[in-house]
């Protein structure tokens, strides 16, 4: 009994002091980034010490100076200056030197300097001159931000903001544990001078660019197969009709989209872009992608149009080729003027600000927030009133349903033209959730970049809108047959007259976009 109560014992102080030792804080911070708060106040759960309460896991007491220690970076901003106060660091003797002037640099947001709002009430300074070393990394070597470029400066973040206009993108940010900051006093010929000036962490190896070769390839993948469906319906005069031209055009659109991002991609990847290329091939991308989207809504109105029963409006009158040049306008013009709209912001001159484009400030494409603005908030516009439009449709369609159910046999040429629309509907909702799936995952990457498992996975999902759009459109057995009818007869080879029946006309088939039929009903 005594031996298990004394084991007892033993473990649950074990257990005691780990559990005190985590939630102290001793394994989240050190001397370095504590503050002593032995004279704080005691309260609920926690010390109160200069206004700011360190609650459980956020203190731990230090048994060699026999104090309580506030681990202060977990409840301000920690930046790093390479000298103590009334120091600067002399970047010559690679020391710290006398300097008496106050420590206050500019504090910046993402785009400004902060008006009063100064360094040491904004941030806890730690104290010491950066040493790559402790990451371990063989690559890593300190650098002076001066010897790189002129144009940096702190964020409110703590974060050090490095922009380089070479290259893309022209900014980086290094956190406070890859720099120190200080005054450099710079002894030169004519007597001391000092700047503002920085110590930086900086890796010699490039960053890893597999996320761009995987994502180029992905779309790369995607443009062979959307080639491919677009060679299909361009080939085979049956598909040439309305329908079929709404959709080479999206598939040209899409086409180009892909194309062009993953050839940026490609160009980031072997570091041979520039800042001027990026903006030209932003406002091509963003254009051709926007117009997929609309000749996409332009399918789900089309769809809906045909079962709405809206017969004698103008657009009913309109031809095929009329229907055609109207949906082009809108199709091309909506994109083409929130393009120029997107250029205009970029070049309008007008301070930046978290709304506007600024595309020369983030590198290749729209960045962050500004993404779901420009980009996503019109897709998801037109996801809604496609959405609204496949509801309706199926709201006409089940009391069409009702209404022809007896007279189903009599009708059968009409029950088949309802038929296939229906058909052709349900295309266009297997489009759709590819596409829809496609543009959610994108926008989950958006929202968390640093996720880099879930931006494979969403890359690697871009290989599949090729193929689906090519297992959905051409991946049919009316599709073969219209290829093998197309090839024999450029090959002059005759085709028996029942053949050439079933080629055209088949009723249990389920692809509508493969007959060339009006629809006038």
Same mark, same amino acid.
Not at 419 to 431: E, F, G, N
């Given at each position: 009994?005594?031996?298990?109560?004394?084991?007892?014992?033993?473990?649950?102080?074990?257990?005691?002091?780990?559990?005190?030792?985590?939630?102290?804080?001793?394994?989240?911070?050190?001397?370095?980034?504590?503050?002593?708060?032995?004279?704080?106040?005691?309260?609920?759960?926690?010390?109160?010490?200069?206004?700011?309460?360190?609650?459980?896991?956020?203190? @731990?007491?230090?048994?060699?100076?026999?104090?309580?220690?506030?681990?202060? =970076?977990?409840?301000?901003?920690?930046?790093?200056?390479?000298?103590?106060?009334?120091?600067?660091?002399?970047?010559?003797?690679?020391?710290?030197?006398?300097?008496?002037?106050?420590?206050?640099?500019?504090?910046?947001?993402?785009?400004?300097?902060?008006?009063?709002?100064? *360094?040491?009430?904004?941030?806890?300074?730690?104290?010491?001159?950066?040493?790559?070393?402790?990451?371990?990394?063989?690559?890593?070597?300190?650098?002076?931000?001066?010897?790189?470029?002129?144009?940096?400066?702190?964020?409110?973040?703590?974060?050090?903001?490095?922009?380089?206009?070479?290259?893309?993108?022209?900014?980086?940010?290094?956190?406070?544990?890859?720099?120190? &900051?200080?005054?450099?006093?710079?002894?030169?010929?004519?007597?001391?001078?000092?700047?503002?000036?920085?110590?930086?962490?900086?890796?010699?190896?490039?960053?890893?660019?597999?996320?761009?070769?995987?994502?180029?390839? =992905?779309?790369?993948?995607? =443009?062979?197969?959307?080639?491919?469906?677009?060679?299909? @319906?361009?080939?085979?005069?049956?598909?040439?009709?309305?329908?079929?031209?709404?959709?080479?055009? @999206?598939?040209?659109?899409?086409?180009?989209?892909?194309?062009?991002?993953?050839?940026?991609?490609?160009?980031? @990847? &072997?570091?041979?872009?520039?800042?001027?290329?990026?903006?030209?091939?932003?406002?091509?991308?963003?254009?051709?992608?926007?117009?997929?989207?609309?000749?996409?809504?332009?399918?789900?109105?089309?769809?809906?149009?045909?079962?709405?029963? +809206?017969?004698?409006?103008?657009?009913?009158?309109?031809?095929?080729?009329?229907?055609?040049?109207?949906?082009?306008?809108?199709?091309?013009?909506?994109?083409?003027?929130?393009?120029?709209?997107?250029?205009?912001?970029?070049?309008?001159?007008?301070?930046?600000?978290?709304?506007?484009?600024?595309?020369?400030?983030?590198?290749?494409?729209?960045?962050?927030?500004? +993404?779901?603005?420009?980009?996503?908030?019109?897709?998801?516009?037109?996801?809604?009133?496609?959405?609204?439009?496949?509801?309706?449709?199926?709201?006409?369609?089940?009391?069409?349903?009702?209404?022809?159910?007896?007279?189903?046999?009599?009708?059968?040429?009409?029950?088949?033209?309802?038929?296939?629309?229906?058909?052709?509907?349900?295309?266009?909702?297997?489009?759709?959730?590819?596409?829809? &799936?496609?543009?959610?995952?994108?926008?989950?990457? *958006?929202?968390?970049?640093?996720?880099?498992?879930?931006?494979?996975?969403?890359?690697?999902?871009?290989?599949?809108?090729?193929?689906?759009?090519?297992?959905?459109?051409?991946?049919?057995?009316?599709?073969?047959?219209?290829? +093998?009818?197309?090839?024999?007869?450029?090959?002059?080879?005759?085709?028996?007259?029942?053949?050439?029946?079933?080629?055209?006309?088949?009723?249990?088939?389920?692809?509508?976009?493969?007959?060339?039929?009006?629809?006038?009903?």
């Amino acid at each position: 009994m005594y031996i298990k109560l004394t084991l007892f014992l033993a473990v649950t102080s074990i257990a005691k002091c780990w559990t005190l030792s985590v939630s102290d804080g001793k394994v989240l911070c050190d001397r370095d980034t504590s503050v002593d708060i032995s004279q704080g106040v005691k309260v609920d759960n926690g010390i109160l010490y200069k206004g700011v309460k360190y609650g459980k896991g956020e203190y @731990y007491f230090d048994s060699e100076t026999q104090t309580h220690r506030g681990c202060i =970076c977990k409840k301000k901003t920690c930046v790093q200056k390479c000298c103590p106060f009334g120091f600067g660091y002399n970047p010559g003797l690679k020391n710290c030197t006398p300097y008496t002037e106050v420590f206050d640099p500019p504090i910046w947001d993402d785009y400004h300097v902060l008006e009063g709002v100064h *360094a040491l009430q904004t941030f806890h300074l730690l104290f010491d001159v950066i040493e790559c070393m402790k990451f371990n990394r063989s690559d890593m070597i300190r650098l002076r931000v001066s010897k790189l470029t002129d144009n940096f400066h702190i964020r409110k973040d703590g974060k050090l903001h490095i922009e380089s206009p070479e290259d893309v993108p022209p900014w980086t940010l290094r956190t406070p544990d890859k720099y120190c &900051v200080d005054t450099f006093v710079l002894e030169e010929e004519d007597g001391v001078s000092s700047r503002l000036d920085a110590l930086v962490c900086f890796s010699t190896d490039a960053e890893d660019p597999h996320n761009y070769l995987l994502s180029a390839a =992905c779309m790369l993948i995607s =443009c062979v197969f959307i080639l491919a469906t677009l060679a299909v @319906y361009a080939w085979l005069p049956e598909l040439r009709n309305l329908y079929g031209k709404v959709l080479m055009a @999206y598939l040209s659109c899409l086409l180009l989209a892909f194309l062009l991002l993953g050839s940026m991609q490609v160009l980031v @990847y &072997v570091d041979n872009i520039n800042t001027n290329m990026c903006l030209v091939l932003t406002f091509f991308i963003y254009f051709s992608m926007l117009s997929a989207f609309f000749w996409l809504n332009v399918m789900c109105f089309d769809i809906y149009w045909t079962f709405s029963g +809206k017969r004698g409006l103008s657009l009913e009158k309109l031809s095929n080729r009329g229907r055609f040049l109207a949906y082009s306008t809108y199709a091309f013009g909506v994109p083409s003027v929130l393009t120029a709209l997107l250029i205009g912001l970029e070049f309008s001159g007008m301070p930046v600000h978290p709304l506007m484009p600024a595309l020369r400030h983030h590198g290749c494409f729209i960045h962050g927030n500004r +993404k779901l603005l420009y980009l996503y908030g019109p897709i998801l516009l037109l996801s809604l009133a496609n959405i609204a439009f496949f509801t309706l449709t199926t709201i006409r369609i089940a009391g069409i349903n009702r209404q022809t159910s007896v007279l189903q046999n009599k009708e059968s040429a009409t029950h088949d033209h309802q038929r296939k629309d229906k058909q052709r509907l349900l295309l266009y909702v297997k489009l759709f959730s590819v596409m829809g &799936v496609s543009w959610i995952l994108e926008v989950f990457s *958006a929202l968390y970049p640093e996720a880099q498992l879930f931006w494979q996975f969403t890359d690697s999902y871009n290989a599949l809108i090729g193929v689906s759009i090519f297992v959905v459109f051409v991946c049919k057995r009316k599709i073969f047959r219209l290829i +093998k009818k197309r090839y024999n007869h450029l090959r002059g080879v005759p085709m028996a007259r029942n053949q050439s029946s079933m080629g055209t006309c088949s009723s249990r088939d389920d692809v509508r976009m493969t007959v060339s039929l009006n629809h006038a009903t």
